[in-house]
């Protein structure tokens, strides 16, 4: 999320400053002592740095700021921005739903598999594109839920103190953060799969939740972290509905074969992407523009769109200084204004005839 | 404040929810709609512009009228098009999958317009957020009365007012608008107000396109047809609503040697054009109000210029005429030389090589538009990638507004985004990526537990070395 769009500044042409984030100390001290033996550290920096360097870059003159983050400080960059006339990419998060429609044998499992590679394989829920919550018929979520518990033991382990492939939560603030998530009445009784927590070594095991209460934080807010809650339908075909009820998330993803149900998901909700029997995946493909819509972002980058992204698309009009055509300039009177008219609907019997002078023996009663 | 003002934002977002702006027999509709008012009304309109600006019935004409009618037939025209989803390729990384980029409309956005081309500057971008299928409100400029009223008649009347509503006032309505959500704000203006759409719309995180201006330079060259770049000059300048034009030429650059050989060809077409007194020609538009003749004037008897007129000078201000007048070499530090004129002012500047002018150009803030007569192909070259606006003509002026081929929009402190054509139908647009896969090809590779047999597998995939991907799949 650094050298992605250090890539497109650099290819348009650009110098750049790079503002890696603090949240990762490791990997910002890596970027800032590494790109400079590398790169041409006059025309690429990087300031390492909290909240206080951003604000003070912020309030710099940029021809182009792209942020990737949170929404609330998505708000404040554009704000910055404004003073400038800067024009920014956001690229935020939002709650990424999937959508299970009914599946059974070799394309359940399949479909679990990608669900949860979905869910914790991405930083253990902490991605922007990761899925954040599940929607799915109710009679179907037993065998969900069982193929889902199956396949999590097998992929990370049962063990909170011995969880494999899976990465921990970034810090103290955000692993009491998402406690909190789990605190809130009913939400700890919906609670149906894992919970149990490490703090020493912050890891969360994957927790899978079955209808917690709608209006609890952890369905109105970005979970960003290893909480999956289920919510069932009645039918299938509500999953737009509960969608659109909610702000635009940066990816769908719907695992059906229902050509009507894939036809109402395109047309009737908005999103960044959708994915259609995957998760996560969009992201690796280059020729698909990458970013979000209303409070997930607005701007987009991967391949060429990160080149256009940090470019101006300059229009340039060449005009040779032969033909020069009269009726273009003053004085102007009803022969050129009428010509003009007719060049404009590509009347050009009309126009012959009007240079000819004739038009007026065709056209009597012309109104003006 | 008209009622409803508060709460239009929200009144047509319950238009669009329902679905009805998404269709395209709507979208074809009110296009046609469009077009009907155009038809239908074009002396009413032409009229309205006479009484705001004084416009002459000619460039009434060919600026808005035929502009806004050519825009609505293009949009009918391609709109199918436009909407269809565009396949695009995917690789190994990604097989077996097939993607395609759809295009669907924002939503609810708002169009805030402007005084001196109030008619095609309202209707043009209503033509992309319709033809993107969104709900839109749209906030005339309140600096050109007739136009605004006319405006809000007629798409009262013609329009589906459920999803497409005018709102007029000034200062009061725009904020309030402002403070509602929108899901893109379209903004025509200039850059001081530009800034307060930009900070409102952060509150919202809406995505905006502000529709600037600048001082566009023209620099004119030597061993050119001079006449037809003097006329052609003019016509952009003071034949497009009297230089009050985002994309009005503001000032020349042209060499000493030059400069007196393009100040007479300018006097001789400015003659043939408006005759020896140009106050009394019925073919330039006045200056749009007295605030805006105090502010040209003052630029023009600034003590820094007035001695430099070589060409006009005249005024009158009970009519708002001021005649077409050229200043040669003012200095750097002058108003006239500092803020966008945007009226009938035009200086020259001379230098000893014409090469000069892109130091002076790129000191400059970056222009909504750039011109260059020249014959000189290393000096067009030269020009077109160091000098960086929002648009450029080689030989012409103004033009490119025309070409709908052609994005219109401005860079730094003339703009962001951009429309016209089908970039109209882009800017009101989300491009939504669609991937589709099948559960074919699984590999477990992909899925935990992780181990080094996987890595090696992964990294050898992405290399794309065959041989690599041999021995990875045997573990060598």
């Known amino acids: 999320l650094t050298l992605d769009p250090l890539i497109g500044a650099i290819s348009a042409g650009n110098t750049v400053v790079i503002k890696p984030s603090e949240l990762a100390p490791a990997c910002s001290s890596l970027l800032s002592s590494t790109i400079p033996l590398y790169l041409d550290n006059k025309a690429v920096k990087i300031v390492e740095g909290g909240s206080d360097i ?275 300039y003053p004085p102007w009177n009803d022969f050129k204004l009428e010509f003009i008219r007719l060049a404009y609907n590509f009347d050009y019997v009309g126009l012959l005839l009007h240079l000819l002078g004739l038009r007026r023996l065709f056209i009597p009663n012309r109104a003006r | 404040m008209a009622a409803g003002v508060e709460t239009v934002a929200e009144e047509l977002r319950a238009a669009y929810g329902g679905g009805k702006t998404r269709d395209l027999e709507w979208r074809v509709s009110q296009l046609k709609a469009l077009l009907k008012i155009i038809n239908l009304h074009e002396n009413e309109i032409v009229e309205a512009l006479r009484s705001d600006l004084n416009k002459p019935e000619y460039e009434a004409f060919v600026h808005e009228i035929a502009g806004a009618s050519s825009a609505c037939k293009l949009a009918l025209k391609e709109l199918r098009r436009w909407t269809m989803p565009e396949k695009v390729k995917t690789t190994m990384t990604t097989y077996p999958s097939s993607a395609h980029i759809v295009s669907e409309p924002l939503g609810v956005v708002l169009v805030i317009s402007t005084w001196n081309y109030p008619f095609i500057l309202s209707i043009e971008p209503i033509i992309g957020a319709i033809s993107a299928g969104n709900a839109v409100v749209l906030k005339p400029s309140e600096v050109s009365p007739a136009t605004s009223a006319v405006l809000s008649k007629l798409l009262g009347e013609y329009m589906d007012t459920s999803a497409v509503r005018v709102v007029e006032g000034s200062v009061p309505e725009t904020t309030v608008l402002l403070e509602q959500k929108w899901d893109k704000i379209f903004y025509t203006g200039n850059s001081k107000v530009g800034r307060i759409v930009l900070a409102a719309a952060a509150k919202h995180l809406t995505p905006v396109v502000l529709e600037l201006g600048g001082k566009s330079p023209v620099v004119v060259d030597s061993n050119i047809d001079l006449k037809v770049a003097a006329r052609r000059i003019i016509s952009g300048k003071w034949g497009c609503n009297n230089g009050q034009t985002c994309v009005s030429p503001d000032y020349v650059i042209t060499t000493k040697e030059y400069a007196s050989k393009l100040v007479d060809a300018f006097a001789c077409e400015m003659e043939n054009f408006y005759g020896k007194d140009p106050l009394q020609s019925n073919d330039l538009s006045s200056v749009v109000n007295s605030r805006h003749f105090d502010r040209l004037i003052n630029l023009l008897d600034d003590e820094k210029v007035s001695g430099k007129i070589v060409l006009g000078g005249q005024r009158d201000k009970t009519k708002l005429k001021i005649a077409p007048s050229i200043i040669l070499n003012p200095s750097e530090d002058s108003l006239i030389m500092n803020e966008e004129i945007f009226g009938p002012l035009l200086p020259i500047i001379t230098v000893d090589k014409i090469e000069d002018c892109i130091g002076i150009i790129t000191s400059k803030e970056k222009p909504l538009a750039a011109y260059l007569f020249s014959n000189n192909e290393k000096l067009k070259n030269d020009f077109i990638s160091n000098v960086s606006s929002g648009g450029m003509v080689i030989n012409d002026t103004t033009l490119h507004l025309a070409e709908a081929s052609l994005p219109f929009g401005g860079v730094g402190e003339s703009g962001m985004g951009s429309y016209h054509g089908k970039f109209s139908f882009d800017a009101f647009s989300h491009k939504k990526a669609v991937l589709k896969r099948g559960f074919n090809g699984d590999v477990s590779v992909r899925y935990p537990p992780y181990t080094n047999g996987k890595l090696n597998f992964v990294k050898a995939m992405l290399s794309g070395n065959i041989l690599r991907i041999i021995r990875a799949l045997f573990g060598w």
């Open chain 1, 54 to 328: 951003a604000q003070e870059l912020l309030q710099q003159q940029w021809d182009k700021i792209f942020f990737t983050g949170s929404p609330r400080v998505g708000r404040i960059v554009m704000s910055a921005a404004a003073k400038h006339l800067t024009p920014v990419t956001l690229e935020l998060g939002g709650k990424c739903p999937v959508i299970l429609d009914s599946y059974s044998g070799s394309d359940l499992k399949s479909a679990v598999k990608r669900i949860a590679g979905g869910k914790w394989g991405p930083c253990a829920g902490q991605a922007c594109i990761g899925i954040d919550y599940l929607l799915v018929q109710q009679k179907l979520a037993p065998v969900l839920i069982e193929s889902l518990k199956r396949c999590i033991k097998r992929f990370y382990g049962d063990n909170v103190q011995n969880l494999q492939s899976i990465c921990r939560i970034v810090n103290k603030n955000h692993f009491d953060r998402i406690c909190n998530l789990l605190e809130e009445p009913g939400v700890a009784a919906s609670i149906i799969y894992g919970g149990s927590l490490d703090r020493e070594n912050l890891m969360i095991e994957p927790t899978i939740l079955l209808d917690p209460p709608l209006d609890a934080q952890i369905m109105t807010e970005e979970i960003f972290g290893p909480l999956l809650p289920i919510i069932t339908l009645d039918k299938i075909e509500e999953s737009i509905d509960f969608i659109n009820a909610r702000p635009k998330p940066l990816a769908i993803y719907a695992f059906t074969n229902d050509k009507k149900l894939k036809d109402r998901i395109l047309q009737e909700t908005s999103s960044g992407s959708v994915t259609f029997n995957d998760t996560i995946i969009q992201f690796i493909c280059d020729a698909l523009p990458f970013g979000g819509v209303g409070q997930s972002g607005f701007g987009r980058y991967h391949g060429k769109y990160s080149f256009d992204t940090f470019s101006h698309e300059k229009g340039v009009l060449h005009r040779s200084f032969f033909p020069e055509l009269e009726p273009r």
